[in-house]
């Protein structure tokens, strides 16, 4: 493997830690890579370097989708930048503590979604029947879109988060189309109006938003949905997978409902959520360990080999829903630590609290190495999670 350049991404499956993970995390832990695009780049593994790539601002998002700019993929839009002044309003949408009754909603919403899948009986589909409207649920609500328009917002995620080595046609009018949704949305009654749409549209009254456009303000709304709700509903696949392979851990958190916090940060540490990870630009030339990157050059981080790394973590391989200490990466760090990991948090602990305890003999309805893995999505995602109870 030493004289091998590798391609990346390294593998598409969510449940199996890539081979290569840990070879490159003690022997070349900043090595370089080719990308899909073509384009070469280094690919940080280790936990010290990854997390100094996350939280050093000499590497950084801003000018990933500029044209010419190496990347993992093709970049299917150029987005336009809407300005800093947007984002108190989009903080104050993603803190669980600002929608009254948030909690409590989301176990309700939780509830109801297992009714209908205890109406339907098994075998179900967990993804499509509870993680995907659950996650769509959520993302609606913050920013004020009618729950019953779910289906076709979600379905387009399966076009705006497709990976390729070159643009292709089908992804911007993808794009445009959403764009085109929540600019729609913006311009309702004003009596329809509610969540991050709501506070969005009263800004263009305000002189110092002048600068702000519809389309600026809809492809903010548009890029929240997409992001949020493409990786809340992965994870929870993921995790509710993690737990279905290992019996009797969805016991101890029936039993232990005190240690669901715990459990929710150990089963992002040990997730493979991103199969194309997001790029940094190195912004001046900076030393990582014994590598010089230069400056313009691209940077990737390895999640899953940082995130396994035994210096950090004691014994990794193991899922302990009880792990103390638990600083993963799931959520980023530094300037571009994820703004809604709590409200994320929130999210998981309600979905599987509500799972484990109304669903308690839940388990594969196919055997695991008969799930389909997706491939050419930014994160990795099972087709299907067929269960029954």
């Given at each position: ?172 009018l993808n794009w445009y189309k959403d764009v085109g949704y929540m600019a729609e949305r913006l311009n309702a009654p004003a009596s329809e109006r509610s969540g ?194």
């Open positions: 493997m030493s004289d091998r350049l590798l391609d990346f991404p390294l593998a598409r499956r969510g449940d199996v830690v890539p081979e290569e993970g840990s070879w490159l995390r003690e022997q070349r832990p900043v090595a370089r890579v080719r990308t899909l695009s073509g384009d070469m780049a280094w690919l940080v593994s280790s936990y010290p370097l990854a997390r100094k790539v996350l939280e050093d601002e000499r590497f950084a998002l801003r000018g990933t989708a500029a044209p010419g700019a190496p990347g993992p993929y093709a970049h299917p839009r150029a987005g336009r930048d809407a300005g800093a002044g947007l984002r108190g309003a989009v903080m104050k949408a993603l803190n669980p503590r600002t929608g009254k009754g948030m909690h409590g909603w989301l176990r309700i919403t939780a509830d109801r979604l297992i009714d209908d899948l205890m109406a339907w009986g098994p075998p179900v589909d967990l993804r499509a029947g509870f993680a995907d409207p659950f996650s769509a649920a959520l993302h609606c609500k913050i920013l004020g879109v009618p729950f019953e328009d779910w289906p076709r917002l979600m379905s387009s995620l399966d076009v705006a988060f497709m990976t390729s080595a070159q643009p292709f046609e089908g992804s911007q991050l749409l709501g506070e969005l549209a009263a800004l263009r009254e305000d002189p110092l938003s002048s600068h702000l456009t519809d389309e600026m303000l809809a492809t903010v709304a548009a890029s929240l949905f997409g992001a949020g709700a493409v990786s809340t509903s992965a994870f929870l696949a993921r995790a509710m997978l993690a737990l279905l392979q290992r019996p009797g851990l969805a016991g101890f958190l029936r039993d232990r409902p005190d240690r669901m916090g715990r459990a929710v940060d150990e089963l992002l540490r040990g997730n493979l959520p991103v199969g194309d990870v997001p790029p940094r630009l190195a912004l001046a030339d900076v030393h990582l360990g014994d590598v010089l990157v230069r400056e313009g050059e691209l940077v990737l981080v390895l999640v899953e080999g940082a995130t396994f790394d035994p210096e950090v973590f004691e014994h990794p391989e193991i899922l302990n829903l009880n792990r103390e200490y638990n600083p993963h990466l799931a959520f980023g760090g530094g300037r571009h630590l994820c703004p809604a990991s709590a409200l994320g948090r929130a999210h998981a602990r309600t979905a599987l609290t509500a799972l484990v305890e109304r669903m308690p003999r839940l388990g594969l309805a196919v055997p695991e190495e008969r799930l389909v893995w997706r491939t050419g999505l930014i994160t990795r995602l099972p087709e299907r999670l067929p269960v029954l109870w």
